[in-house]
């Protein structure tokens, strides 16, 4: 079973690893009107790669999500490090005031949020939600700019959009938010829309399905790794340590990411206190057998009888 | 670490790396067929035979145009850069020296560039020689407009595309297309109260058609003004008067074309 799964983790880690890097190239690239090939510029991906940073270091400071100690976890992490700023190098609009309210709003939900203590991923679904509307934003206005239209929309002034003079024209229809073509970072011959944001989509789905990938089997591996060192014990007592600590609990119980050596001293602490903690209730339930109680029905009698290892309808178990 | 893995994440890394390098691509700019410089024999400046003073210049092109044409040319040029008194473009476009230009204009048009060339300018000094704007007391007051601009589209759909990548007509052409918009929103608003909603949407339809406003990716005319006449390009998109942009950058390029035979 561990090398199966081991095997399913690594390849897991690659695959993503692989979602990531296409998806990275296509949000790079967008075509101009001519169909020539351009690139999107760095501005954006610098701002992700900053906030990956952040995300990343509020990751290695937390608990849960300590960085991996061997060079296929590494190289996961440095992947989803590149995965991130791509993703958000390609969700954030080119410029102008918008980008920074969603740099603003990506810092709290990104960069300052701690791995999540259940399922241990970094970026969670609210992260990645929050992206794709981004995204959403980026197409929509790169639209507009790709017809010519310099605004995120404009609506028309009642009574005055209907009068039929030519003079009132300026004031007939207002304009909310307007950019610049050097703002939206397009090529000097504009932006053909349909292509690029087809490419700029599934560039994006790449790598948000990288990342969920690459997260999903770094815990797994993470999970394989130890399972591993617990299997170096003779297999009658490999089974009980995992009894006593099940594999749900290791990453909350902060065994991802430690170093060989106190990874196993871990281990050992929590066994030892677990056991004690079993054999103090299993005292306390013998305890409870010699008082004894006369009253047999009711509440009391439901928890006598759970102790003494019964169901509440009466069958021993 | 199995040689797959290995493989696949070496694989990411270097896409990982072409995915940066690729966001520093430059973006190829924009050369209009009017930038490149021809060898050999041409013409050259060739706005000035659009512009006020193409009569100072107006005989170089008889060397240009076919032998068998030129007499006619020469007869018809002449009579074209002497008219006198500003009469109607409908007026005298319908008499007889009139409907002979017509019919070597269409001609020149299905010539060589130099010939289509000429054509073009004689319909420039048409429209700057009669009176296309509109009377107040005539029941069709956009007929002259409708009928300059109509010259002008003839000469558009025969060479508006080719124009665009010739670097002879590159920059004539576009002003072809401004002067068509100026024209046509002069048709569409002719009448007293209201406007003339065919002349606009026959307008539309046909700037639409030269540029590709509609279609998917615009015209090599369409980008060659998009690079040179943006304003007029977002206004023909997505203003509410859609010739106006073209109007304003017409009037800019060619004050005196007003229909009034520049009085």
Redesign the interface.
Known sequence: MSTHTE?NA??G???G??L??????M???QI???????????SS?AIGALLALGAIAVRVASKIGRMPRD??GL?AVA?GF?GLA?AIGGALAPGGPWMFLQVLLLVAVVALRKPDAESGRWIGNGAFVLLALFLVFRLWISWQGS????QVM?VDVPIL?WL?F?FL?PI??VSLGSFTPLEMGF????L?F?PSATLWALGFAAVIGGLALLQSSTIEHENDRIHALIRTLPPQVADVVERLLPEEEWRGLGLHGLPERQLARRIESTVAERVRRQQALRRAVEDTRVLGTNDASGFPGEIRRALEGQDPTGDVR | MEKKVLAGLVAAGVLVVLGVVARTLPAPRVTLADEVVEEGPRIVEPMQFLSKGAVLRAAELDAWVAEERRPRFKALRDLVFHVADCPETNEWVDSAEGQRLERLLAELRSGKREEAFASLVLVFRLARATEWKPGILTQTPHANAERMGGLVADWLRAWGERGARDPLLAEPTRAAVLVYGRLMRTAQQAPVIGTNPASYERALKTVGELLGVDARRRTALGEALQARHPEAMRKLVGDMDRLRGLDDDAHTLFPDLDGECGS
């Open positions: 095997r690594a390849s880690i690659a695959f690893a692989i990531v890097g296409v998806g990275g190239l949000l790079g690239l101009d009107a001519n169909g020539a090939w351009c690139g999107t510029g760095l991906l060079e296929l190289a992947i590149f791509f017809q010519l239209r310099w404009s959009s039929p030519e024209a007939s229809r090529p000097p011959a504009g053909d349909a």
